[in-house]
């Protein structure tokens, strides 16, 4: 097998073994993520190759949005021998603080090609909107 070899991959890959820093339910590990807001509704996009789509929890509490996947280990036939595993697994999670001006009630997500994206609107009563501003009848002179 051919293969190129990275000292400080090799690095942090040995530092997440010895040190156990793969994600778990108590210690989750972020998961990459982009933000922007797409018309009248922001749009998170979270990466998570390889996760199953049962194993996404999506909560929110208060103002609270809570992502959390678990990677588990994939099956492996009797007699497998692992060559090289760089995959992260265990438990990733991300919490993001939501403002008044979204509307928590009518999130929506999907999934698919191992990214996440979940669609929170913009509250009605904090869009734009103009004001318009009634004459109170014919102009008056100012005497003095």
């Known amino acids: 097998m051919l293969m190129r070899t990275d000292p ?8 997440q073994q010895l040190l156990g820093t793969s994600g778990t339910w108590s210690r989750p590990s972020p998961m990459p993520m982009d933000a922007y807001r797409e018309g009248d509704a ?5 990466d998570l190759p390889g996760v199953s789509p049962d194993a996404i929890d999506i909560d929110v509490e208060r103002n609270m949005l809570t992502v959390r ?9 009797e007699g497998t021998r692992m060559e090289l595993s760089e ?3 265990g438990v990733f999670s991300r919490q993001l603080v939501l403002s008044d001006t979204l509307d928590a009630e009518r999130i929506s997500a999907d999934y698919d090609a191992g ?3 979940v669609r929170i609107p ?7 909107r103009k004001i318009a501003v009634n004459a109170a009848g014919a102009p008056r002179q100012i005497s003095g």
């Open 122 to 128: 913009i509250a009605e009563r904090a869009k734009p």
């Open 69 to 77: 996947a678990e990677r588990r280990p994939a099956a492996r036939a």
């Open 87 to 89: 995959r992260p697994l």
């Open 42 to 46: 922001y749009v998170i996009a979270l």
């Open 8 to 15: 400080f991959r090799e690095f942090d890959r040995l530092s």
């Open 115 to 117: 990214v996440l994206t």
